[in-house]
């Protein structure tokens, strides 16, 4: 009998409505030979009892207070979960077990998954060294990221790879959280992304006031939360656009959503490897994304998707209502989205090439 493989996948994790974790998962229960623990350093209830349905033990700080003081912490979870693989996702759940493994002086194989190539302030740049220079192997989101990686952390060059993510769109009969047949009879855009600087909110926004000259039946959807919530909601009052730009906040059911609309919309000002054009791709939409060097790894301008240059409302514009009016050609590159999804982006083909970076880690 093959020797059970025990991984403990380290997140921070903060609410259910992100399904990337549940879906990773649910993913590896076709593969029955790994045990997963996860090691959530969020405390928050809901969360952990959700994913416990899926994986063996769910672990998590004591207190509230989960970046203070918790080194002992850290260390009694790798402890008591004995895995043979740590797998951390993002800096700081990286930096973490990174110091746990350390000071125990434990020799586990351990992976860093950089999902970013932003910096939320200068301690998560020395926590990214550290992970970096601890790990067994770093994974980037995009070939983009892995450049860039190369470039910050040169020490660190032979030991990052990459893999694009997998997503899977939940297939869930829940329903949305507002009343979508009150639109209709209109064009529906939705932008679905975290509500933070640097996702192109305010750009869209100009962008729509030049759609509804031209298709006045047309609405936009700001679906997502984060720190920019206030500023956008005060932006779209000040301009009188409450009528036509709809803020959702987080959508459990992604799929539910993006069946309803007619055009996905991502004006950001930079990217790692976006989920939201793979969720776009999923539900066989049209995708109308920023021409940045990451999305134009999935995006090929015309054939899977359209590509416009970020910070130009006019062009966003001019390319959300020529494809209104095309619907022809609307569908026809969607369908092309949805074959390349298909073939590259799914949970599936994700998880399977982590389980043979695991086996390769192992054998080594």
């Not at 006019?314 to 209502?321: D, G, R």
Request: charge should be positive; glycine fraction near 4%.
């Amino acid at each position: 009998m093959k020797k059970k493989i025990k991984v403990l996948v380290v997140i921070e994790q903060s609410s259910i409505s992100y399904k990337y974790y549940e879906n990773i998962l649910i993913a590896f229960k076709t593969y029955p030979n790994f045990e997963i623990d996860v090691f959530n350093l969020i405390k928050a209830e809901a969360v952990n009892e959700h994913l416990n349905k899926f994986c063996s033990r769910v672990f998590s700080f004591p207190n509230d207070k989960p970046y203070k003081n918790q080194l002992s912490n850290v260390k009694k979870i790798i402890a008591v979960s004995n895995p043979d693989i740590i797998h951390a996702h993002e800096v700081i759940p990286a930096f973490y077990a990174a110091i746990g493994l350390l000071t125990m002086g434990r020799k586990v194989k351990f992976i860093f998954h950089r999902h970013h190539s932003y910096y939320r302030n200068w301690a998560t740049r020395i926590m990214e060294k550290v992970a970096f220079l601890s790990c067994s192997l770093a994974i980037s989101v995009s070939k983009t990221t892995q450049e860039e990686a190369f470039s910050e952390h040169p020490f660190s060059k032979k030991k990052i790879t990459q893999l694009y993510n997998g997503i899977t769109l939940d297939d869930s009969n829940l329903a949305l959280p507002f009343d979508i047949n009150q639109f209709k009879n209109k064009f529906k855009i939705v932008l679905l992304s975290r509500l933070r600087t640097g996702k192109g909110h305010l750009i869209a926004m100009e962008a729509m006031e030049l759609v509804r000259q031209i298709i006045p039946n047309s609405v936009m959807f700001f679906a997502g939360e984060g720190d920019y919530r206030k500023q956008i909601e005060s932006e779209i009052k000040e301009k009188n656009m409450q009528e036509f730009i709809i803020m959702l906040g987080d959508i459990v059911n992604i799929k539910a959503l993006l069946n309803e609309i007619d055009i996905s919309i991502l004006p950001s000002e930079s990217e790692a490897f976006n989920l939201s054009i793979l969720e776009t791709f999923a539900s066989n939409k049209l995708s109308i994304a920023s021409n940045l060097p990451s999305i134009k790894e999935c995006i090929t301008d015309g054939i899977t998707g359209i590509l416009v240059e970020p910070k130009n409302a006019n062009a966003l514009a001019e390319q959300i209502i020529y494809y209104i009016k095309n619907e022809k050609e609307r569908i026809q590159i969607a369908a092309n989205g949805k074959k390349l999804y298909d073939q590259e982006f799914t949970t599936a083909v994700m998880v399977n090439k982590i389980v043979k970076i695991y086996d390769e880690l192992l054998n080594c």
